[in-house]
């Protein structure tokens, strides 16, 4: 695993937004499955720092189904969103690409996670479905490649 400690110490957040979203309903309220499974997802992945300013972008794309009990082919709705996060490096810092990635996939994500809690929770209320909590995001094990361990869905 790669050490980010020297980029998180250094780094500066500047803003969050939401880039994209998309949701979609396939059933009415009254039509909703006894029980329901839910699956989330995410990746982060680092842009280019330009030289002239030290911004760091990263865009973090999450995504939750939620299905009913015979999971695949019952989908009960999805929300999707991407969130950029914009950071600023010191000038004169310079980080590889490892680093940078790595960062991304912890800490962008970590930032990120409350503003995705947040997409969720009242998307699903606007499509009056029932309303779920995101969990907390967990930071995923050293050796570890599975997105869904990184939300404690693993």
Not at 95 to 122: D, I, K, M
Request: with cysteine.
């Amino acid at each position: 695993m790669v050490d980010i400690s020297r980029i998180v110490s250094v780094v500066e957040i500047r803003g969050v937004r939401l880039r994209e979203a998309s949701c979609r309903s396939l059933v009415r309220p009254s039509e909703l499955p006894e029980a329901m499974n839910v699956a989330t997802s995410c990746d982060a992945k680092a842009g280019k720092v330009p030289p002239e300013d030290g911004a760091l972008y990263i865009a973090v794309n999450f995504g939750l189904e939620v299905h009913g009990e015979d999971a695949e082919e019952s989908l009960v709705a999805e929300v999707r969103g991407t969130f950029e996060l914009s950071y600023q490096l010191p000038e004169g810092e310079v980080f590889s690409a490892e680093e940078l990635e790595a960062f991304a996939g912890v800490n962008a994500v970590f930032n990120a996670w409350p503003y995705w809690r947040e997409l969720v929770q009242t998307t699903l209320a606007r499509m009056s479905l029932p309303v779920l909590t995101v969990p907390v995001f967990r930071v995923p094990k050293p050796d570890s490649r599975d997105a869904s361990e990184r939300n404690g869905d693993g």
